[in-house]
Structures are given as structure tokens and as C-alpha cells.
């Protein structure tokens, strides 16, 4: 605990650089899944083909993906902007098939209602199609979340700080205080993103809450009436 309490400049200026290549990569993977799911849903001839190549996207090993992708964007290997991309294509791999099966969750009535009223194609996906798939894309969002901010430690093995730092220095250095506090600090980042996300829903999409009201109310008179 000495150890800790003696650096936590160190702790919190490591944890806001972590915070800030996680939440890039966030937003940039899921700005790129929402057309991608779009496609992915629209057009069920190459739904399966999108859905597979993302998602095995996520297979490919980190450390390796780290180091190849030098090759092919161009920066260097210990660079932030490696580090970002890649975490991008991970958190694009889980988000692309949420936003096709949120998207499929839409009930086909409620569309071609808003279309008979002359709704755009356009017009119905923002008004209509995206908020009522929402519930689903933030839950997938919220594991792409907490994944990209435990997978953004593997860049402290190709040069890039983060919180990652914490693990190898006190690995190495037999620090065991210092390993601690790297996971402690990456578990709370992913939680406190967590809730804000689903806090974020709330507010967004509160006929979620309705919604989640009406359900317990129908559970609770079902019970009753079985009792």
C-alpha cells in the first residue's frame, strides 16, 4: 500500500492515458459498425460473409495484430495511433453483428407504419429503426467497451504506456502492489465506463424503462395468478 499511496501521480496519469486510447477506439469502432451493420442487416445475401470476416477479426492474437499493423497503416509500432486502430478492429468485430441483430429486432409493422405515413428511407432509420434498435447495439456496445479497456493493456508490449505499464514494471521489479493497482484501475475504468453507458441508456431510450416497468408488472400478476 506504501507503494501506491507514494505514486499515485503515476497510477492516475497512466489511467487518463488508458481512459483516453480506450474511448477513441470505442467511438471510432462504432461510428465504422453502424453502417457496416446496416449492410450487414439491409442486405441478407452478404449478411453472413460481414458478419463472419468481422467477427473473426477478433481472433486474431493482439500482440500479433500490434505488430503487423505497422505495415499496413503506416505508423510506428510504439505509437498510440497502433494501438488505437487496433483496438478499433476489435471493438468493430463485436459491434457489427449487434448493430445487424438490433436492427433485426425492430418490429417490421412499426416500419412499414412510419413508411405509410411517408417516412424516408433515410429519415425512418434515425427517427426510427436506430432508436428502437438501441437496446440491443448498447448492450453489445457495452461489451466492446469493457473489452477494448482491458485489451488496451497489451500495448505496453510493443512500447505504447497505458496501464499495462503497471503490470509488466511490477512484474518485472516484483512489485506486487504496483501489479494491484494496474488491475485495480483497469477494472474501474471498465466499470465506471459501464455505468455510464448504461446510465447514457437510460437517458437516451427511457421508453426502455417502460418498457422494463410493464414487463415486472406482468411477471408479478402471472405469479399471483399461478399462486
Same mark, same amino acid.
Given at each position: 500500500?506504501?507503494?501506491? %499511496? ?6 492516475? *496519469?497512466?489511467? !487518463?492515458?488508458?481512459? @483516453? =486510447?480506450? %474511448? ?5 469502432? $462504432? ?5 457496416? *451493420? /446496416? &449492410? ?10 460481414? &458478419? ?27 505509437? =498510440?495511433?497502433?494501438?488505437?486502430? @487496433? ?7 463485436? !459491434? ?5 441483430? *438490433? ?8 416500419? =412499414?407504419?412510419?413508411?405509410?405515413? *411517408? ?5 425512418? $432509420? /434515425? ?18 467497451? &469493457? ?18 505499464? !503497471? $503490470?509488466?514494471?511490477?512484474? =518485472? ?10 488491475? !485495480? ?43
Amino acid at each position: 500500500m506504501n507503494w501506491v %499511496a507514494d505514486n499515485l501521480d503515476l497510477i492516475l *496519469g497512466l489511467a !487518463l492515458t488508458h481512459l @483516453g =486510447q480506450s %474511448a477513441i477506439a470505442i467511438v471510432c469502432g $462504432f461510428v465504422l459498425s453502424l453502417p457496416l *451493420g /446496416w &449492410v450487414a442487416w439491409r442486405y441478407r445475401l452478404v449478411r453472413g460473409p460481414i &458478419v463472419v470476416l468481422t467477427g473473426l477479426l477478433y481472433t486474431i492474437p493482439s500482440l500479433a495484430l500490434l505488430i503487423l499493423l505497422p505495415s499496413v497503416i503506416g505508423y510506428s509500432a510504439r505509437s =498510440q495511433e497502433n494501438l488505437i486502430v @487496433g483496438l478499433t478492429i476489435y471493438a468493430v468485430a463485436i !459491434l457489427v453483428r449487434s448493430v445487424a441483430d *438490433g436492427l433485426d429486432s425492430v418490429d417490421p409493422d412499426i416500419r =412499414q407504419a412510419a413508411t405509410a405515413v *411517408g417516412y424516408g428511407g433515410a429519415r425512418r $432509420f /434515425w427517427t426510427i429503426d436506430l432508436p428502437l434498435a438501441g437496446p440491443v447495439i448498447l448492450a453489445g456496445l457495452r461489451v466492446a467497451a &469493457v473489452s477494448t479497456i482491458s485489451l488496451a493493456t497489451v500495448g505496453i508490449l510493443v512500447g505504447v504506456e497505458n496501464l499495462g505499464y !503497471l $503490470f509488466t514494471n511490477g512484474l =518485472q521489479r516484483r512489485i506486487i502492489p504496483e501489479v494491484f493497482a494496474g488491475v !485495480l484501475a483497469v477494472v474501474v475504468i471498465a466499470l465506471v465506463i459501464d455505468l455510464l453507458l448504461m446510465l447514457a441508456g437510460r437517458a437516451i431510450m427511457p421508453w426502455t424503462r417502460t418498457a422494463s416497468a410493464a414487463t415486472a408488472r406482468r411477471r408479478i400478476v402471472s405469479m399471483r395468478a399461478a399462486a
